[in-house]
Nanobody, 120 residues
Framework: QVHVVESGGGSVQAGGSLRLSCVAS????????MAWFRQAPGKEREKVANIKGRGDTDYADAVKGRFTISANNAKNTVYLQMNSLKPEDTAKYYCAAGASCFVCDDYKFWGRGTQVTVSS
């Protein structure tokens, strides 16, 4: 079992930055693959970025070059640094853990989400 808690959301103007944090506690094996997802009103949830234990990362095309996912394993924390934010980045952002592989989307553990709002 893994408990996931996100923080760091807020409201910014376009072009601004935010850093989201995700503290994941519990079974270490289930924290090996972690990801950030987002869901905007009326849209499907989409994976934004994911990371595996030794630091390999992957990003959705929409955020490549603007967002960076990283992990501090000593603090059991995964971060999402978001730069050059756009109004279309507005969504609720969720941290997830416990996928069965790096390219899998079968995450078992989810946080409650943190809202990011970008105004033009």
């Amino acid at each position: 079992q893994v408990h996931v808690v996100e923080s760091g959301g807020g409201s910014v103007q376009a072009g601004g930055s935010l850093r989201l944090s995700c503290v994941a506690s519990g079974n270490m094996n289930d924290r090996y693959y972690m990801a950030w997802f987002r869901q905007a009103p009326g849209k499907e949830r989409e994976k934004v970025a994911n990371i595996k234990g030794r630091g390999d990362t992957d990003y959705a095309d929409a955020v490549k070059g603007r967002f960076t996912i990283s992990a501090n394993n000593a603090k059991n924390t995964v971060y999402l640094q978001m730069n050059s934010l756009k109004p279309e980045d507005t969504a609720k952002y969720y941290c997830a853990a416990g996928a069965s592989c790096f390219v899998c989307d079968d995450y078992k553990f989810w946080g409650r989400g943190t809202q990011v709002t970008v105004s033009s």
